[in-house]
């Protein structure tokens, strides 16, 4: 089975050194999660972070719009498949965690996008996480 993986981009106001230290309060976050439904830890992938960052900064150049494709690697009747899973946080008022949370409360039926987005954070094939940080 292929490894999967989960793309998390976000764009953040912040500096630099602190938002270093926010990918390992994300990593954490997430981690925690996805235990409560007996899924093994993900670890920080620095590849998929400057992957990340670089999509982060494009988003701070086009004002916050951003464009979410996860669909058209996800289906309900089969797995992801080597593809790169986008999820798009743009934050700033709230802490990560709470946007980890957020995602996590995307449940639904299997025609609600939604649905992926949460199926994706607990996938227990999914090990390796990227943060992208870009100054708004």
Known sequence: M????????????????????????????HNRRRA????????????LCTECSEYAEEIV???????????????ATGPITGKHLQIVCVFRDALPRECVRIWFHYRG????????????????ASTRLGVGLGRI
């Open 61 to 75: 150049r086009n004002d916050g719009v951003y464009r979410e494709n996860y669909l058209e690697y996800l289906y």
């Open 2 to 29: 292929s490894i999967k993986i989960i793309l998390f981009l976000i764009a953040i106001e912040c500096n630099q050194t602190f938002g270093i230290g926010l990918r390992s309060l994300i990593l954490e976050a």
């Open 36 to 47: 409560k439904y007996g899924n093994q830890p993900m670890v920080l992938d620095e590849d």
């Open 109 to 124: 039926f299997a025609e609600n996008t939604k649905y992926y987005r949460f199926t994706a954070m607990i996938w227990n």
